[in-house]
Each structure stands twice: as C-alpha cells, then as structure tokens.
C-alpha cells in the first residue's frame, strides 16, 4: 500500500514533539512556524520530510489497533 507520509503510522509532525527532538530549534524559528507547514519527521527513516513524500514503507496509521 502507498499512502502518503501525513497518514503513516511512522510520521510525527506535531509542532510540540518537533521541538523537543530538535532542541533549540525555537530559538532559530518555531515548528510552529508557517515556513514548516505539515513536514515532520519519518520515525522509520529518520528524515524530515514533506507530509506529501511517500515511500514503499508506508503504515497507515489507522490500521494499528491497540490492546487496551
């Protein structure tokens, strides 16, 4: 299946966990800046990427389930 990265499983782009995984990263900008729009981090890959990139690795997210 090929999605693209803002529906994966792997894909973070949460502005707040952005900024804690690349410190000091709100003291050149923000992740909640407009220039970042919905690019995020591949956990899979470990790249910042577009959240329009894909790749064959795709999981949608929707499809984990959780036990509890």
């Known amino acids: 299946m090929k999605g ?3 529906a994966c499983l792997h894909f973070r ?3 707040a966990y952005l900024e804690a995984i690349f410190q000091g990263l709100n003291v050149m ?6 220039v970042v729009a919905e690019d995020g981090l ?3 890959h470990d790249r910042y990427l577009s959240a329009e990139a894909s ?3 795709f999981t949608a997210a929707s499809s984990v389930t959780s036990d509890a």
């Open 29 to 34: 900008s923000s992740a909640w800046a407009s």
């Open 42 to 44: 591949c956990l899979r």
């Open 55 to 57: 790749c064959p690795d």
């Open 13 to 15: 782009n949460d502005p």
């Open 4 to 6: 693209t990265c803002r």
